[in-house]
């Protein structure tokens, strides 16, 4: 058994439609196996459709698996009890591509941030308490927990996104596209506050993007999936300096272009 922090098996995920000719299968992921270990920073950088948020909805456990094995802390994902299942959402965490569109706009920000919180025990003045201390974590005001989504700009909103993602202390964060929405001015802000929060908390990163100019600053290694597949695997550096597989040579293109 693997020590990694999260560990993925030979993973498929097929979704079935059925139609004329019967119940059809369209395989979504195929034989996906990678390890994350605790600290790092790993990317899974892939063109739209190619797998990346199914392969996040089934390592948080919102979708299952078709075959294969998702290991978090040594334990086996699908295998765990009610009580395990629980305490593994609550170590590992999602922030989204979109933090306005994300959340309920009558919420105010406390409830956004203490919604957690609160359904895992917290009670409303420790919910105050640890709110203010996340706000005042990813450089918010302690007042801003009065105010709703609409007085704030994306950035802004993505910072609340965050507090509210690392509010029951996490081992590790889904980071799904999470400057794409943004003015690359305000990406690069966000991505220091993410680094910067990696260090203080000890957490552990799987970032998903089809950005590699992103990548290249923040990751620590590189999974390129391709149709539902790891096409090609390695160190930031050998994925920029030697990309061994045509796919990631366009990706790269295509990403040298667009800057
Ligand atoms: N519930 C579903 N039923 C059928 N097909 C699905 C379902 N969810 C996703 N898919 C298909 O699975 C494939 C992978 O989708 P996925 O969203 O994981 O890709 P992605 O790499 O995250 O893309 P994007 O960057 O656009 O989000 C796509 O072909 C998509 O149409």
New binding site residues.
């Given amino acids: 058994m693997s020590q990694a922090l999260l560990s993925l098996h030979e993973v498929e995920k097929s979704?079935f439609?059925s139609g004329f000719g019967g119940k059809r299968e369209?395989k979504?992921l195929r034989g996906v196996s990678f390890d994350v270990n605790k600290g790092e920073t790993v990317a899974l950088v892939?063109?739209?459709?190619?797998?990346?948020?199914?392969?996040a909805r089934l390592i948080l456990g919102l979708d299952k698996l078709t075959l294969g094995e998702i290991w978090f802390q040594q334990k086996q994902r699908s295998a765990s009890s009610p009580a395990e299942q629980l305490q593994m959402r609550k170590q590992m965490q999602i922030v989204f591509q979109d933090p306005i569109g994300s959340v309920n706009p009558r919420m105010t920000i406390f409830k956004i941030i203490a919604e957690p919180l609160l359904t895992h025990g917290y009670t409303r003045e420790q919910a105050m308490d640890r709110v203010k201390e996340l706000l005042g974590l990813v450089g918010m005001n302690e007042q801003d927990m009065h105010k709703y989504p609409h007085q704030f700009s994306g950035g802004q909103m993505q910072r609340i996104g965050i507090a509210r993602a690392i509010a029951l202390k996490p081992e590790l964060l889904i980071l799904d596209?999470p400057t794409s929405a943004l003015d690359v001015s305000i990406q690069a802000r966000v991505l220091k506050l993410l680094k910067a929060l990696q260090k203080e908390l000890d957490l552990t990163y799987l970032f998903?993007t089809?950005d590699l100019n992103v990548v290249q600053s923040f990751a620590d290694r590189v999974l390129v999936?391709k149709q539902?597949e790891i096409v090609e695997r390695g160190s930031v550096q050998a994925i920029f300096e030697e990309p061994q597989h045509l796919y990631t040579q366009n990706l790269l293109e295509a990403n040298f272009f667009v800057k």
């Fill in positions: 979704y439609s369209k979504v892939g063109e739209s459709g190619s797998g990346k948020s199914t392969t596209e998903i089809h999936m539902g």
